[in-house]
């Protein structure tokens, strides 16, 4: 069986966009530094990108035109299929790439047949409302927090609808920056 693996870069307060739904606070080039080549090894595993609608209008906005510093990340990320879960979109157009997947109803339902599909694992980026319906499911099997050294204060909480989890950890890192990537899996 696929897993799901989420990936979401966080405040140390435990929020996913600031006060005006914003994620610049962690834009900042000083956190790639080394997290991205770690980010490139992790993405050999997948082949699927899962993404909700708000991410996917932000990644198709930034991936496909890329600048050269993010190229390798770019080239990736605009090389593998992706599906975007919305109600209220069509088409889900990427740059010069093949359009993304536009899967429409019941993601949760849509994501456990998904995971029954021959394949590598898929990878679910951000997409706040998604992840949190998939947390309450129990369906991600990893998670990938990438937390920033900043404390917003105000913001979308990622974890307000999920109830408790007990998890467990897999693996830690601390970047130059201050970042600090926590990798967990669910106790089942």
């Not at 090389?79 to 157009?93: C, D, G, R, T």
């Not at 993601?107 to 998939?134: F, T, Y």
Request: glycine letters at 8%; a negative charge.
């Amino acid at each position: 069986m696929r897993h799901l693996i989420f990936q979401q870069f966080l405040s140390l307060d435990g929020l996913a966009a600031d006060g005006d739904r914003s994620t610049k606070f962690f834009e900042s080039p000083v956190f790639s530094e080394g997290s991205d080549n770690d980010l490139l090894q992790e993405m050999q595993r997948f082949d699927t990108i899962l993404l909700g609608r708000v991410t996917y209008q932000l990644f198709a906005d930034f991936w496909p035109g890329a600048t050269s510093e993010e190229q390798i990340v770019a080239d990736k990320i605009n090389n593998l299929p992706k599906i975007v879960f919305s109600n209220s979109i069509e088409h889900a157009p990427w740059g010069k790439w093949p359009e993304a997947t536009v899967v429409h109803g019941d993601a949760v339902e849509a994501i456990r047949q998904l995971k029954g599909v021959p394949g590598k694992d898929m990878v679910l980026w951000g997409s706040i409302s998604l992840s949190q319906d998939l947390i309450k499911a129990n369906l991600i099997d990893e998670y990938h927090i990438r937390i920033v050294p900043i404390i917003l204060g105000n913001g979308i909480s990622q974890f307000k609808r999920s109830g408790q989890l007990q998890l467990e950890l897999i693996e830690s890192k601390v970047y130059k920056s201050g970042l600090l990537l926590v990798k967990y899996k669910p106790k089942r």
